[in-house]
């Protein structure tokens, strides 16, 4: 009855109007306010600080992992050092974007983070400007301001997820409390319980979007993207905890064979799936064990097995690891066969007192991986002690190179190269030799440690300058026309500077160029025939003359002779060996004159040790020959006696 009255007096109208009105704008109120800072903070992964802090973490990263794993790996080599002049760009450029920010008036105050990535980044720096002996001290300089960048990061993401989260959960808690209210005047406020609905689902997603963020953070901090493994920080940290467990673990590491083949020649979607399938493989062969597996990089993984692990039992786990590697793998219609070697290495192959932390098997898996891989395709190799001795040796080698090049430790030794019909010497190869104390290396010693480290490069440039210099001094001393031969390594020939080398060398020995002759292999024309096709022209413009070296002991392709147009062939000493007793020898060498003589070159044939292989090879048409019965490589002084004698076979002996 007083309800009745209230609704049918005016004032008692007004009174509830005015109540309907009120609460219509406290709930407009709160719901339009709600709604604003849902909207503002809802899409949080947009968010310029929260997304510029996950990169610059991101950057910090990569970069402390290209440095950490070029001192791991003792040395910082041209294409490491490139890899971290990359990443270290990459941070400079985050650097710049933030400061960017800060000029512009975007971001009020400067990131708690921004000084400790300009100290990264200027470390980094420091360290590849660092001689060898400074590199420990920046390296651990390094170390500390990634730990302090690191934890700035780690801190500033944190506390930016931490506010949103705050923030969501407030807005959730007002959104349920405005939806209780709405569902209570259901008819009278239709629209607010719709708002109310649409802003829950909003944060809703937004709640979910969070999750998603921080699992997809966690993922990409740990793990490798591509293949879903551990990556090497993480491979790192779980080897370490499980090495603390089991002293005797097993570090594995794998490389695959031909690798950049398959991306160049099917693409890099092909490789990546490739590197996927190997991943999961390498994964099914070590979890049976108690093992796991990480990329490092690349076509590089690792794997660990916690053992202890006999050698029989490791010799039987890494047969049925490389059969199951090589397993075809079906990408863009075609079956790839994938091959790969692996480096093994425990605690209990080191020697007693050196490190046998996890970056100590890993340096001496790495050493046993490299070993693999010298020895042939699809090997494993586990790392002993006689292996440690030669990884000492190899390393003394380079250590040795430039102290003996600036102490002229090396020389050069010259073998004849004869006329088969009268025996004039026309030229000789120079070979070099390397004068250790009272000890002379052989090349075979020290030139394949020059090659791995590139010294090679140092090595082949004073050939160039010694062999032209003394081959022009004794032109100008005896009055003949001889000419030289200089073997250059095959990354000489892959390097820019040869032109420059050797026109160098041309000008400074006034050698005429085609009294030079540069040896090149068959199986570097193969492998890289694009980059060297112009190189190779070039060279000719020079002058000087090209040599096709050890012919017949690779592919042999009369196309790439004809392509090239080499002006000589060397004949591999293997074809005279036994030419006197094989009517098959003899068939394959008339068959070798006639093709150098319709492509118009010259043939030497290396390797002639007695009388009746030289009478031999001149019947057959060979024109010059050079070995063991002309003479072996001898000294300057030696080789000029030889030209001022007669000319002649018995002189030539």
């Known amino acids: 009855m007083r309800l009745r009255i209230s609704l049918s007096s005016r004032r008692g109208f007004f009174v509830i109007l005015t109540g309907v009105v009120l609460m219509t704008g406290v709930l407009g109120h709160q719901v339009w306010g709600a709604f604003e800072a849902a909207e503002q903070g809802a899409p949080f992964l947009e968010s310029y600080k929260l997304r510029e802090g996950i990169i610059a973490l991101v950057e910090v990263e990569k970069l402390s992992e290209q440095v950490r794993d070029a001192v791991d790996r003792g040395a910082i080599s041209p294409k490491r050092r490139h890899a971290i002049e990359a990443a270290n760009d990459h941070l400079f450029l985050r650097v710049q974007a933030l400061e960017r920010l800060l000029s512009e008036g975007v971001v009020a105050r400067e990131p708690e983070y921004l000084a400790p990535m300009r100290e990264v980044q200027q470390t980094a720096d420091r360290l590849l400007a660092a001689s060898p002996a400074d590199v420990g001290r920046t390296f651990r300089s390094f170390v500390a301001k990634v730990a302090w960048a690191r934890q700035a990061l780690v801190g500033f993401t944190d506390r930016q997820l931490q506010a949103k989260a705050t923030a969501t959960e407030r807005q ?15 008819g009278l406020f239709a629209f607010l319980a719709f708002t109310a609905m649409h802003l829950l689902r909003r944060e809703v997603q937004a709640s979910r979007a969070l999750t998603e963020a921080q699992d997809r953070l966690n993922f990409l901090a740990y793990y490798d993207p591509l293949t879903g493994t551990s990556n090497r920080t993480h491979f790192r940290q779980r080897a370490e905890l499980a090495l603390r467990d089991t002293p005797g673990g097993i570090v594995i590491l794998v ?81 790839i066969i994938p091959r790969a070697c692996l480096g093994l290495a425990s605690a209990a192959d080191i020697a007693p007192g050196a490190d046998t932390s996890l970056g100590g098997l890993m340096k001496a898996a790495d050493v046993a991986l490299y070993k693999a891989k010298e020895t042939g395709r699809d090997r494993f190799c586990f790392f002993d002690q006689a292996l440690a001795r030669q990884v000492e040796w190899r390393r003394q080698i380079v250590d040795s190179i430039p102290a003996a090049l600036a102490a002229d430790e ?37 030139l394949p440690v020059a090659e791995d480290s590139r010294q090679i490069l140092d090595l082949d440039r004073w050939c160039l300058r010694t062999a032209t210099r003394a081959i022009a001094e004794l032109r100008r001393a005896t009055g003949t026309d001889i000419a030289v031969s200089v073997n250059l390594s095959s990354l000489h020939f892959r390097a820019p500077a040869i032109l420059q080398d050797v026109r160098a060398a041309l000008a400074a020995s006034a050698l005429p160029p085609d009294c030079l002759t540069l040896e090149v292999t068959e199986t570097l024309l193969i492998e890289d025939w694009d980059n060297l096709d112009n190189l190779l022209r070039a060279l000719r413009g020079l002058g000087v003359r090209l040599s096709l070296d050890d012919f017949g002991t690779g592919y042999s392709s009369l196309a790439y002779l004809q392509r090239m147009e080499v002006d000589e062939l060397k004949i591999d000493r293997s074809f005279v060996t036994d030419i006197e007793s094989s009517n098959q020898r003899r068939f394959m060498l008339d068959a070798i004159v006639d093709i150098a003589r319709g492509f118009g070159m010259r043939l030497v044939v290396e390797g002639v040790e007695t009388e009746s292989q030289a009478r031999i090879l001149e019947d057959l048409g060979c024109a010059i020959g050079q070995g063991y019965l002309f003479g072996r490589p001898m000294a300057l002084d030696t080789l000029r006696t030889r030209l001022h004698a007669t000319p002649g076979r018995a002189a030539a002996g």
């Open 410 to 446: 090396f020389v050069l030794h010259f073998q004849p190269q004869v006329e088969l019909r009268g025996g004039r010497i026309i030229g000789v190869e120079a070979l070099i030799r390397w004068q250790r104390g009272d000890t002379v290396l052989a090349p075979s010693e020290f």
């Open 172 to 186: 959730t808690d007002l959104l349920r409390r405005m939806t209780f209210s709405a569902g209570a005047l259901l």
């Open 255 to 335: 490389d695959l064979d031909a690798f950049k083949a398959v991306n160049d020649t099917y693409g890099h979607a092909v490789g990546d799936h490739l590197l996927r399938v190997i991943a999961s493989r390498l994964r099914r062969q070590l979890q049976p064990l108690g093992g796991f597996a990480g990329r490092l990089g690349g076509d590089e993984f690792a794997g660990f097995l916690p053992g202890p692990l006999d050698r029989p039992a490791l010799e039987r786990f890494c047969t049925a690891l490389l059969a199951t590697l090589r397993g075809p793998v079906k990408a863009d219609g075609r079956d």
